[in-house]
């Protein structure tokens, strides 16, 4: 493919996405295929001679189209969102034509420079504590993860050097070993898993703190655990707080939680996921005070912020506390600037070294949004989870079973778990829409979430209607 040809083609392909997002919702929601699908509608190997670009494109709609779940149907109501706009796919291109490998500042430095930038202005539009912007002379500052899985472990291991480092400065004959085998790691039960995957993957303990009634970890509780181990001759230190838990969207009490942390010497990060796009909007930041006892906090743009996947954005308080814990430098990768203070180079604050120019895609989606676009996105999305709550509670056989804080409700029909499981079993089998359910407190949830940015309240109400006359016929076939 040349460039005249890659022209057309580009066109042609713009046309082809666009055409797929504007007529998404006549497709099925969720696919009709059995594992194992895929392989045999195409060759056992990589063809010889080249393929025609048209056999290609043809092959998408054949192979592909009928294995996708349509994450972006204004059906889909699954998991969280995955953020999704035109000006983010156009950044996108625009990355991929660079195609620069981001690792240091010589490497381009205007993928490491937009990127510090884009943190700063996303974390003043959070109205973060300024101690982790990174300014011109900030000791803070913020980073583009993969994914929240990522930061969590990131801020994990960073914690893990911190504490070792320290115990050592107290007792320089203790050894890395044994101090390793003392650590103690804190999560809420309602936590993600990926959260205990990180204590896995960092090779340290972790205990999972309970929840009050609505979720969500309170200082008391993770006292009382706390003073037991210590007591145990364990040594806490790090503490992983949860704003808008996966199962519920619960908001762990960080005002409390934090002074606890800071008191324990315990490194505290904030995931916050999902909620922590709805923090732009005035009336839901006061969920984020505590913020400024936080050693670090993460959050997901690439969920419910308009910009495609992948982009999690991250913030330390001291960088030098990431940096300290994954900095190496081998001759090729050293520059003359690397020293200078201006400078960061990124491949220090993160598992992999490479990295995509993905603060474009921020740049773009918030010059063209703008916050007010971006804050009026999270409102009408907050708006619909409402009115699909207010149905829910309308219909005397249903119950609602955490708070509508945010885009997610938790509900179920009245009855046993078997019942909910038979209903969401024949609500993925519809394809119609689609749910992923949870577990709260011993009973079988279904969650509905509003995930895509075409969403509209007739989707909210053809959804209801299909839900309510699938349990109908279910609860005639229990009566029968």
């Known amino acids: 493919m040349d460039a005249a040809e890659f022209r057309r083609r580009g066109k042609e392909m713009v046309d082809h996405v666009a055409d797929y997002l504007e007529k998404i919702e006549e497709r099925p929601v969720y696919p009709d295929v059995e594992p194992g699908y895929l392989r045999s509608l195409i060759p056992t190997e990589a063809p010889v001679e080249p393929d025609s670009y048209e056999d290609i494109m043809k092959d998408v709609e054949r192979v592909i189209m009928p294995g996708i779940t349509h994450w972006h149907s204004p059906n889909f109501f699954a998991y969280f969102p995955a953020a999704s706009s035109y000006p983010a796919m156009l950044a996108d291109m625009l990355c991929s034509a660079i195609g620069c490998i981001g690792f240091s500042w010589a490497a381009s430095p205007a993928c490491t420079e937009l990127e510090t930038v884009m943190l700063d202005w996303l974390g003043k539009m959070l109205q973060l504590p300024e101690c982790f912007l990174a300014g011109t002379h900030g000791h803070g500052g913020g980073v583009i993860q993969g994914t929240a899985s990522e930061a969590t472990l990131v801020s994990l291991l960073a914690a893990r050097c911190k504490a070792i480092r320290r115990v050592q400065l107290l007792d320089p004959k203790k050894s890395e070993a044994e101090i390793l085998s003392k650590l103690v790691a804190y999560t809420s039960e309602q936590a993600h898993s990926s959260v205990e995957r990180a204590a896995l993957i960092g090779a340290v303990m972790m205990k999972k703190v309970p929840t009050d009634s609505l979720y969500a970890v309170r200082g008391e509780m993770l006292k009382k655990i706390l003073e037991e181990d210590k007591a145990a001759g364990l040594i806490p230190f790090y503490f992983c707080a949860t704003l808008g838990t996966t199962p519920s969207c619960a908001f762990d009490h960080i005002a409390d939680l934090g002074p606890l942390c800071n008191q324990e010497n315990m490194w505290m990060h904030i995931d916050a996921a999902y909620a922590g796009s709805a923090f732009i909007c005035p009336e839901f930041r ?195």
């Open 286 to 480: 006061p969920l984020l005070n505590g913020v400024e006892y936080a050693d670090s906090f993460n959050f997901n743009p690439h969920k419910w912020m308009l910009i495609n996947f992948d982009c999690s954005a991250m913030w330390v308080k001291k960088r030098t506390d990431i940096i300290g814990a994954f900095k190496m430098e081998p001759l090729y990768l050293k520059h003359e600037n690397q020293e200078s203070g201006l400078v960061t180079d990124y491949r220090h604050w993160q598992i992999p070294l490479g990295r995509r120019f993905r603060s474009l895609k921020m740049w773009f989606v918030f010059r063209m949004y703008g916050l007010q676009g971006l804050q009026a996105h999270i409102r009408k999305q907050v708006g619909l989870a409402k009115e699909f709550e207010s149905l829910v509670r309308a219909d005397k056989r249903f119950e609602i079973c955490a708070p509508v804080v945010m885009g997610l409700v938790c509900f179920r029909l009245k009855g046993t778990n078997e019942l909910n499981q038979s209903l969401l079993k024949k609500i993925t089998k519809s394809r119609e829409i689609h749910l992923v359910p949870c577990q709260l407190s011993g009973s079988f949830v279904l969650r509905l979430a509003i995930c895509s940015r075409s969403t509209e309240f007739r989707h909210i109400q053809q959804a209801w209607q299909h839900i309510t006359q699938l349990a109908f016929e279910l609860l005639q076939e229990h009566h029968h």
